[in-house]
């Protein structure tokens, strides 16, 4: 089993719609939580992070952790053409529990797709 | 504006070569890593290095070394360069104490032929 897996998808809504993004991880060690946006052709770059259960929020997007069902999810709120691009959760820890410290763990990915 | 700048965008090599892949970032990070990617399997570690002359191994070591002589330069090499290493390798930078946020060069796309 991975340590981190990732809803494949490909997605693909209508521009406006709210986009749900979900990752389940199997290291209970892992203190904080990341999404990565990455354009066709570039590297990822950050979109968001978190270090506790909850929910956080940036505009658009929210970030969602569960600890105790090892769950994050991204929520993307009016969705746009430009949100169009893979998304990757990654977390990572300092080193107790099997994580290696220094160590970020990727998804898979899921490709997004917002048509007008 | 942080940079973490990769020496190829599009690399074509033949079977066996000794491929050096570079990258450069200016932000004064002690961490650097390399990844490849690949579709389907996401980002996968290759080697991370905490900081000068100091590398550890990643998920995905086999096949590949690295250098790290000076803080702002990490280096990756294929020994012996193989098909099945055709892939998008990233680079990315980070300080320790910020460790939520590791920035990405722009990817090397290596064919090997």
């Known amino acids: 089993q991975k340590e981190v897996e990732q809803d494949p998808g490909p997605l693909s809504v209508p521009e406006g719609a709210i986009v749900s993004l979900n990752c389940t991880y199997s290291?209970?060690?892992?203190?904080?939580f990341m999404w990565y946006r990455q354009y066709s052709r570039k590297g990822p770059e950050l979109l968001m992070y978190?270090?506790?259960?909850g929910n956080k929020e940036d505009g658009r997007f929210t970030a969602q952790v569960d600890k105790s069902s090892k769950y994050i999810s991204l929520f993307i709120r009016d969705s746009q053409p430009s949100d169009s691009a893979t998304y990757l959760c990654a977390m990572g820890g300092d080193g107790a529990g099997g994580t290696s410290y220094g160590k970020l763990t990727f998804g898979q990915g899921t490709i997004l797709t917002v048509h007008p | 504006d942080v940079k973490v700048t990769q020496s190829s965008r599009y690399l074509v090599k033949r079977t066996g070569e000794k491929v050096f892949l570079e990258c450069v970032q200016d932000?004064?990070?002690?961490?650097m890593f390399w990844y490849r990617q690949d579709p389907g399997l996401g980002l996968r570690l290759i080697y991370f290095s905490y900081d000068v002359k100091m590398k550890e191994k990643g998920d995905i070591p086999e096949g590949y070394s690295v250098s790290r002589e000076k803080k702002e330069r990490f280096s990756l090499i294929l020994e012996s360069a193989s098909t099945n290493q055709t892939s998008m390798y990233l680079c990315a930078s980070r300080s320790p104490r910020v460790p939520t946020e590791a920035f990405f060069g722009q990817g090397t796309r290596l064919t090997v032929v």
């Open positions: 978190t270090y506790s259960s």
């Open positions: 290291n209970s060690a892992f203190q904080y």
């Open positions: 932000m004064d990070h002690e961490n």
